[in-house]
């Protein structure tokens, strides 16, 4: 059964700071790998999706990268902002086709001291 | 950019009730989910539906029953409300193929059980 394990569970940083978020998984048969943000309370927003075919994905400045033989992904924040303060979850696909859900790690409790 | 909606954002019943949760999403997608996510142990797939009618049982199925009778709309039933069911429960949607499997998810609804 899949496992996806996300470290550190909780990081705080100053403001200003890159910073890289892991999450590791057990299958290395995935369909896509997918971060999504969290704010307290709230759902989940989609930051970035990559595909198993991929190797990373950028979006502003965030940047998600796929190994996806080893099993890893990364998700690196430039320049960090208060406003990036919240959990940062990853989660995969098995396959494409039928309506599987995905698979979460318990995520990263991200901190930006102003 | 595609919206899920939620009924409510907060929920407070008693021990017994019957209780309805509905989503809704109007970008046409096939595919939808409900999950629960609990302190510690993450995000969990309850039930999924790919069509119409159509359900599938996800990894914690017990106590819960969905009904989707038209494809914009995903109800997720609590027949007996528990204790243990207090939680917060959150609805997602994604559309297979042509949408990559990208999954949105809604504001969550957070149930509480006295």
């Known amino acids: 059964k899949q496992e996806v394990t996300q470290i550190p569970a909780a990081l705080s940083v100053p403001e200003g700071e890159n910073l890289v978020l892991n999450c590791s998984f057990t299958?290395?048969?995935?369909?896509?790998l997918q971060w999504f943000r969290q704010d307290p309370g709230k759902g989940l927003t989609s930051l970035l999706l990559?595909?198993?075919?991929?190797r990373e994905q950028t979006s502003g400045r965030l940047n998600a990268s796929l190994d996806k033989s080893s099993g890893r992904s990364t998700l690196y924040i430039a320049a960090s902002q208060p406003g990036d303060s919240a959990t940062y979850l990853c989660?995969?696909?098995?396959?494409?086709?039928?309506?599987?859900?995905?698979?979460f790690g318990k995520g990263t409790h991200l901190i930006i001291q102003p | 950019d595609v919206k899920v909606t939620q009924s409510s954002r907060y929920l407070v019943k008693r021990t017994g009730e019957k209780v309805f949760l509905e989503c809704v999403q109007d970008?046409?997608?096939?595919?939808m989910f409900w999950y629960r996510q609990d302190p510690g142990l993450g995000l969990r797939l309850i039930y999924f539906?790919?069509?119409?009618?159509?359900?599938e049982k996800g990894d914690i199925p017990e106590g819960y029953s969905v009904s989707r009778e038209k494809k914009e709309r995903f109800s997720l039933i609590l027949e007996s409300a528990s204790t243990n069911q207090t939680s917060m429960y959150l609805c997602?949607?994604?559309?297979?193929?042509?949408?990559?499997?990208?999954?949105?998810f809604g504001p969550g609804t957070r149930l509480t059980v006295t």
């Open positions: 997602a949607s994604t559309q297979p193929w042509t949408g990559g499997y990208e999954q949105y």
């Open positions: 299958d290395s048969a995935i369909y896509n």
């Open positions: 990559i595909q198993s075919s991929q």
């Open positions: 989660a995969v696909r098995a396959r494409a086709g039928g309506a599987d859900g995905l698979t």
């Open positions: 970008m046409d997608h096939e595919n």
């Open positions: 539906s790919y069509d119409v009618k159509m359900k």
